[in-house]
């Protein structure tokens, strides 16, 4: 049995019917060659998709991160833990769908926004995973979904990168739960203490006060200037109230596009951002002519909250969550797009200035207050859309793999999408990770709060092209 961390509670405490905390992801594959053919319904595989459905469910072993469920007792002083479940049923949590026809992307995002919407199952393993076949075009997809509490957006991509080959032929390859030899290692990564509760968690809690003294002592060992920039960057609350800061329901629509990395990269050039800022000014366009629209834009400028993975740094602390946050300023108050990415460089510039001056428990710290500033509006009924939102909207970059073309026991990689969390009070993610040479969107908005979410891909066309027109 291990306690959870302290951002890892924070999840499982802040999970309601409106807010469901799990991420999840879409990958979408092709078919590989000599798959047989539905002669009733020709977009369908006859074999392929429930065969390999079968060889999922049929998995000798599944690795410990994913047979363990959360536990949250009296005898253990409030402290969230985790215990093995010793009958995890496989067909529970891998189940096989179809769309129905024509099996559009239309179809296909309207399932996913009905999957990601429910809750996960507290009394199992806090993960599921969806097979879909009768994907136009001769496709297939996964839609996966895992709760936050049990790992964050790079460890999960970095998990399933070791699930796919850049050999087409390879055959037999596992699903991210059954992944042989990496059980003891993920079960390491997490917070893990083991437990002994409740003295364990007294223990914890001595660390954790602990920790706290420590960054008392690292903020103190700052100077006036240092200390001032690190409260700039990182106290929120400066941004206007819109409609996407109001109360949502459990609902949930989901929306996906790629684009491609050259046409990103051009802007870069041109401009001297990075593909991260270049990123930025495409949402803060879309979302500005989106708002316009709809006659709701506000004459502030709005902010993003940008996580940053700590994972490249050895030291940082964490469970199955390892990040920091920053505010970036989206500049959706100017009309000129080369004014507005201007704007975006200097603020996410100076955010990451101040981050790379801090040390890796001070990183964590700010990581927990970016998402724990959220939280009054979350829980609190009433709250969402009545004070300022503490920023407009979460925007986050994951880097996917370096290598392409991927394959899944012999079916090619075409997209990956990443589906995230809205919060009461922050009823829209923009998630993005690249491959292929493409930057792979993927958006979430809670159903009622956010209307017409898929007018969003168009406007993030329209941004892209007119940061392209920068001379």
């Not at 309207?110 to 994907?135: A, Q």
Request: hydrophobic share 40%; glycine share 10%; with cysteine.
């Amino acid at each position: 049995m291990t306690v959870a961390g302290p951002l890892d509670a924070m999840f499982l405490l802040g999970e309601s019917r409106e807010q469901p905390m799990h991420v999840g992801g879409l990958m979408l594959f092709e078919l590989p060659e000599g798959a047989g053919r539905d002669h009733v319904f020709p977009e369908r595989s006859r074999d392929y998709v429930p065969r390999l459905y079968q060889e999922m469910v049929a998995a000798p072993a599944v690795d410990p991160l994913f047979a363990q469920r959360v536990r949250n007792r009296p005898l253990d002083l409030g402290y969230w833990s985790w215990e093995p479940d010793r009958e995890i049923d496989l067909e529970y949590h891998v189940r096989l769908s179809a769309l129905p026809r024509p099996g559009r992307y239309r179809e296909l995002f309207e399932l996913t926004s009905r999957l990601h919407g429910t809750l996960l199952d507290r009394h199992r393993p806090l993960w599921e995973m969806h097979l879909i076949e009768g994907v136009e075009g001769r496709r297939f997809a996964l839609y996966s979904k895992i709760h936050h509490s049990m790992i964050d957006g790079v460890t999960a991509l970095r998990r399933l990168q070791d699930t796919l080959t850049t050999d087409p032929g390879r055959s037999g390859m596992p699903a991210t739960y059954a992944l042989p030899g990496v059980g003891d290692a993920a079960t390491a990564g997490k917070s893990g203490v083991p437990a002994g509760l409740p003295a364990r968690a007294l223990g914890v809690a001595a660390q954790t006060v602990g920790g706290a003294g420590r960054l008392v002592a690292d903020l103190a060992g700052l100077t006036p200037v240092a200390l001032k920039s690190l409260l700039h960057s990182t106290v929120p609350f400066q941004a206007p109230r819109t409609i996407l800061n109001r109360s949502i329901t459990g609902a949930r629509r989901f929306a996906a596009q790629s684009w491609p990395i050259e046409r990103l990269e051009k802007v870069r050039a041109i401009t001297g951002a990075t593909l991260n800022d270049v990123m930025l000014a495409m949402c803060s366009g879309a979302l500005r002519n989106y708002l316009l629209e709809l006659n709701a834009l506000p004459d502030k400028a709005m902010t993003a909250m940008v996580p940053v993975s700590l994972r490249g740094n050895t030291a940082a602390p964490g469970g199955g969550n390892s990040l920091s946050t920053m505010i970036a300023d989206l500049a959706t108050d100017e009309a000129d797009p080369e004014s507005r990415i201007r704007r975006i460089m200097a603020s996410t510039s100076y955010g990451k200035g101040v981050l790379s001056s801090l040390s890796p428990l001070q990183n964590l710290m700010i990581g927990a207050l970016g998402f724990g500033v959220a939280g009054p509006a979350a829980v609190l009924p009433g709250v969402a859309g009545r004070t300022m939102p503490p920023y407009n909207v979460v925007i986050s970059n994951v880097p996917g793999p370096a290598e392409s073309p991927l394959y899944w026991n012999r079916s090619r990689l075409l997209g990956m999408y990443p589906a995230s969390i809205v919060l009461n009070g922050q009823a829209l993610n923009i998630s993005v990770t690249s491959y292929d040479h493409h930057l792979h969107f993927g958006l979430v908005g809670c159903r009622r709060t956010v209307p017409h979410l898929q007018r969003l891909l168009v406007h993030l066309e329209t941004s892209l092209a007119d940061l392209e027109n920068i001379h």
